[in-house]
């Protein structure tokens, strides 16, 4: 947010004239009124992005739910079990990958989603109806309103995107703080009419004020929970700040020797019907919300719900299920949570406005979050329109009768990098939105096509009963960076030909060097398709091979090993 400021670049444009007057004192009111502009301008183009983007994220479900009729369902009398549905889609879809199932129960007018990996490569949002349990078909993971959201929540860029979108929360605070000081008497202001009859300047910079005083409380709610974000990430995860919040649970898991009971030959799962009914049985007064299927044969599904909690969404309640017996396994409840997990859960829901679950409100309340959204963007914007409409009126003082002068000037202070209203940080604005573009087009290629011939592929080959291949590669968001370089992290895809991938125990990737050393291992978690294993490259490549495990259910290993730097030709085949 800016109001109409000139700040410290006005005096470029001023020149000798102001060298020629007295200076003026250092109030709090200048100091926080320079502060004020310098927060709204210097990052002006990327808080733009994040504030248009964040107004459209609020309405981006509803977006989507237009668009694609995949997703409107008539509501009925009554809904299916939710493991149902989870069960109609594998029967429906039998070679995907499932990661999640949003039962959508807190709406009647939409149906319940699952995002599923498909086998020829990009992942598909899968449609069905909550009411009749039916398969209504698939759209791209990559909707409109999902292209919104992912650029609201991380503007496309790997780890640095959503500290620069949280970073913005604490600029909006400071923005609100330093107006406030610099509006003195600012509660006069709530009933000041904007001067329209004055020159736009004027009449913008009177609306500018009366609509951020109005608006305040929505400009407190968006400031603070973005701060409390940007406390968690980067402040908590990247800087080592100390977490306020106590650590959640761990999940159970499956011992081996429960493991090892069930025999040989690749078990039986329960059906979701069985699952999401032991969950019911137990906690009768709870409406399943989201269905995770184990990432790993030793996890447990997880089956999340909504128990009428006030402030937080519909996951509030993760019940834990052995997935080849149906026994639950244990619960992490909210009336389990501490106070600071209970603030930390309420973020998403006020700063979203999905806080009225679907109920008949819902669409209400996210309208007038959209208003709000709509507010800030609106500040946002008119500040730089202010600033400019000051400093070109200073430049039309100081240099009228010379227009070629002044465009030559007014070119110049938009090209070098220390003019204009972004100053020093224009080429910072210019080289993070070229990211955004091309994290864009990489994000749509992905939820399209999946890896394809992305990242580093290695070939397909036979370990025992299995024919292993793999990809690899730096990041999702990184997916065009070669990912075998010295000292690098690389995220590894192990490919189990004929389907048979849940006919492994587990799977392991890790690298061993030419002695056959281990250097580095992870588990493999996730289903078909989206599962993979992350593993930390050595500073020297040479006689570095990487391998893969597959433990079958009769405890059997088999490996598999590809050189990392095999010739010369192996840098050509990094996608």
């Given at each position: 947010?800016?109001v109409e400021?000139l700040?410290q670049?006005?005096?470029?444009?001023?020149g000798?004239?102001?060298?020629?007057?007295?200076?003026?004192?250092?109030?709090?009111?200048n100091i926080?009124f320079l502060?004020?502009?310098?927060?709204g301008?210097?990052?002006?183009i990327l808080?733009a992005?994040?504030?248009?983007?964040g107004t459209i994220t609020?309405l981006?479900?509803?977006i989507?739910w237009l668009?694609?009729?995949?997703m409107?369902?008539?509501p009925?009398?009554e809904?299916?079990?939710p493991g149902?549905?989870?069960d109609?889609?594998?029967e429906?879809?039998?070679?995907v990958g499932?990661?999640?199932?949003?039962t959508?129960?807190m709406?009647d007018r939409?149906?319940?989603s699952?995002?599923?990996?498909?086998?020829?490569?990009?992942?598909?949002?899968?449609?069905?109806n909550?009411?009749t349990?039916?398969?209504?078909?698939?759209?791209p993971?990559?909707?409109v309103?999902q292209?919104i959201n992912?650029?609201?929540?991380n503007?496309?860029?790997p780890?640095v995107?959503?500290?620069f979108?949280n970073?913005?929360?604490?600029?909006?605070l400071?923005?609100?703080?330093?107006?406030l000081i610099t509006y003195k008497?600012?509660?006069r202001?709530?009933l000041?009419?904007p001067?329209?009859?004055?020159?736009?300047r004027?009449?913008?910079?009177?609306?500018?004020r009366?609509t951020?005083?109005?608006?305040l409380?929505?400009?407190?709610?968006?400031?603070?929970?973005?701060?409390w974000?940007?406390?968690?990430d980067?402040?908590v995860s990247?800087?080592?700040?100390?977490d306020?919040?106590?650590?959640r649970?761990?999940p159970?898991?499956i011992?081996?020797?429960e493991?090892n009971l069930?025999?040989p030959?690749?078990?039986?799962?329960?059906?979701?019907?069985?699952?999401?009914?032991?969950?019911q049985?137990a906690?009768?007064?709870m409406?399943v919300?989201?269905l995770?299927?184990?990432d790993?044969?030793?996890?447990?599904?997880?089956v999340?719900?909504?128990?009428g909690?006030?402030l937080?969404?519909?996951g509030?309640?993760r019940?834990?299920?052995?997935p080849f017996?149906a026994e639950i396994?244990?619960?992490h409840l909210?009336?389990?949570?501490?106070?600071?997990?209970r603030?930390?859960?309420?973020?998403?829901p006020l700063?979203?406005?999905?806080?009225?679950?679907?109920?008949?409100a819902?669409l209400?309340?996210?309208?007038?979050?959209?208003?709000?959204g709509?507010?800030i963007?609106?500040l946002?914007v008119?500040?730089?329109i202010i600033?400019l409409?000051?400093?070109?009126h200073?430049?039309?003082t100081?240099l009228?009768?010379?227009?070629?002068?002044?465009?030559?000037?007014?070119?110049?202070n938009?090209?070098?990098p220390?003019?204009?209203?972004?100053?020093?940080?224009?080429?910072?604005?210019?080289?993070v939105?070229?990211g955004?573009?091309?994290?864009?087009a990489?994000?749509?290629?992905?939820?399209?096509?999946?890896?394809?011939d992305k990242?580093?592929?290695?070939e397909?080959?036979?370990?025992?009963p299995?024919?292993?291949g793999?990809v690899a590669?730096?990041g999702?968001?990184?997916a065009d960076?070669?990912?075998?370089?010295?000292?690098?992290?690389?995220?590894v895809y192990?490919k189990i030909?004929?389907?048979?991938f849940?006919?492994a125990r587990?799977i392991?990737v890790?690298?061993?060097?030419?002695?056959?050393?281990?250097l580095?291992?992870?588990?493999?978690?996730?289903?078909d398709?989206?599962?993979?294993?992350?593993?930390?490259?050595?500073e020297t490549?040479?006689?570095v091979?990487l391998?893969?495990e597959?433990?079958?259910?009769?405890?059997?290993?088999?490996r598999?090993?590809?050189?990392?730097i095999?010739?010369?030709?192996?840098?050509s085949?990094?996608?």
């Open positions: 947010m800016a400021s700040g670049t006005d005096a470029g444009y001023r000798a004239a102001a060298r020629g007057r007295p200076k003026r004192k250092r109030t709090a009111s926080a502060i004020h502009s310098a927060s301008l210097w990052l002006t808080l992005v994040v504030m248009i983007s609020v981006y479900a509803e989507d668009i694609h009729s995949e409107r369902i008539s009925g009398e809904r299916v079990n149902v549905l989870y109609n889609l594998l429906a879809y039998p070679d499932v990661n999640s199932l949003n959508a129960v709406t939409k149906a319940a699952a995002l599923v990996a498909v086998p020829d490569g990009g992942f598909r949002s899968v449609w069905i909550q009411f349990g039916e398969v209504i078909g698939d759209t993971f990559v909707t309103g292209f992912i650029l609201h929540t503007l496309f860029l780890v995107g959503r500290y979108v970073f913005f929360g604490v600029l909006l400071i923005s609100i703080v330093t107006g008497k600012f509660w202001g709530f000041r009419r001067r329209f009859h004055r020159d736009a004027t009449w913008l910079g009177d609306l500018h009366l951020a005083l109005w608006s409380w929505f400009l407190l709610i968006i400031g603070v929970t973005g701060t974000w940007f406390y968690q980067p402040l990247a800087a080592g700040v100390p306020i919040i106590a650590e649970p761990t159970p898991t011992t081996t020797a493991l069930l025999g030959e690749t078990p039986e799962r329960r059906s979701g019907a069985e699952i999401v009914s032991a969950v049985t906690y009768p007064d409406r919300t989201l995770l299927p184990p790993a044969a030793d996890q447990p599904f997880s999340f719900g909504d128990r909690e006030v937080i969404n519909g509030a309640n019940i834990y299920v052995n017996t396994m244990g619960a909210s009336e389990d949570w501490t106070a600071g997990q603030v930390d859960a309420a973020m998403h700063h979203y406005g999905n806080w009225a679950k679907g109920g008949a819902d209400t309340v996210k309208l007038v979050w959209f208003l709000g709509a507010i963007s609106f946002t008119s500040g730089l600033y409409k000051r400093t070109r200073a430049a039309g100081l009228a009768g010379t227009k070629l002068a002044a465009a030559v000037r007014k070119g110049w938009w090209i070098k220390w003019g204009g209203p972004m100053g020093a940080l224009k080429y910072v604005n210019i080289l939105v070229a955004i573009c091309a994290g864009g990489l994000v749509l290629s992905l939820g399209a096509e999946g890896l394809g990242g580093r592929q290695f397909t080959q036979t370990a025992g299995f024919d292993i793999a590669i730096a999702l968001l990184e960076l070669p990912p075998v370089r010295p000292g690098a992290h690389m995220d192990p030909a004929d389907g048979r849940r006919d587990f392991r890790g690298l061993s060097d030419r002695d056959g050393e281990e580095d291992s992870a588990v493999v978690e996730g289903a398709g989206i599962g993979n294993g992350h593993v930390h490259l050595p490549l040479e006689g091979r391998w893969i597959i433990e079958g259910w009769d405890n059997q290993r088999h598999a090993y590809w050189p990392l095999s010739d010369a030709g192996e840098a085949r990094q996608g």
